[in-house]
Every structure is written in C-alpha cells, then in structure tokens.
C-alpha cells in the first residue's frame, strides 16, 4: 500500500503565496512522475505541474512563471510553491505520484486526499 499525505493549503489574499507539500509512503520501491492536479467547482480536474524522476518539470500555461514544482527524491515528497495567487486560482488541489512497487508492478498512479486553496480579498 501507498499513503500520500498533502500539506500546505489554506486561504490566502490575491498576490499572497502558499506551499503545498505531498509526501509518499509505505510499499514503494520507486517513483517515476509526481504532480500537482486541481479541481474548481464545476470544472474538471487539470494538470498544474508535473516533474519526472530526472527533474524535467512541466505547467500548466496559466500559472508558468508563478508555481514551481520540485521534488525530493530521497523523502518521496513533491512540493508546489505557489507565488502571485489569483482568484482564479482557487481550487481543491490533488498531489499525483506514480510508484512502483517491485521491479516488476507497476507503475501505478496515487492520488492525495485534496487539499483546498481559496484565494479571496
């Protein structure tokens, strides 16, 4: 079994930061891709940042130049450090990771319990 356990959200006034923090644990033996998904009300869920096993990071358009996504190899944790907040922003935000169990299973995609972010003067 794999537990993700998310940190960091909250709420925060327009321009504000936040820092969400995701970290895996139980049965891994590795981790290819980690990301940060979220989901407004009555929308679907969307890709905020990704970053695979090797440090190449991708994002969403709407927030390149304001989020950045890292990673910790040596933890299992990804992190998604969030600068220039907008209103728009707001959203139950989900940590994504893709572990391995063994050599041979996997990988398999996990998803962390959401943590909201409401950003609101």
């Known amino acids: 079994q794999v537990q993700l356990a998310e940190s960091g959200g909250g709420l925060v006034q327009p321009g504000g930061s936040l820092r969400l923090s995701c970290a895996a644990s139980?049965?891994?033996?590795?981790?290819?891709?980690m990301g940060w998904y979220r989901q407004a009300p009555g929308k679907q869920r969307e890709l905020v940042a990704g970053i695979t096993s090797g440090g190449t990071t991708n994002y969403a358009d709407s927030v390149k130049g304001r989020f950045t996504i890292s990673r910790d190899n040596a933890k299992n944790t990804v992190a998604l450090q969030m600068n220039g907040l907008k209103p728009e922003d707001t959203a139950v935000y989900f940590c994504?990771?893709?572990?391995?169990?063994?050599?041979?299973?996997?990988?398999?995609?996990?998803w962390g319990q959401g943590t909201q972010v409401f950003v609101s003067s």
């Open positions: 994504n990771v893709q572990v391995r169990q063994s050599l041979v299973h996997g990988p398999d995609d996990y």
């Open positions: 139980g049965s891994i033996f590795s981790i290819n891709d």
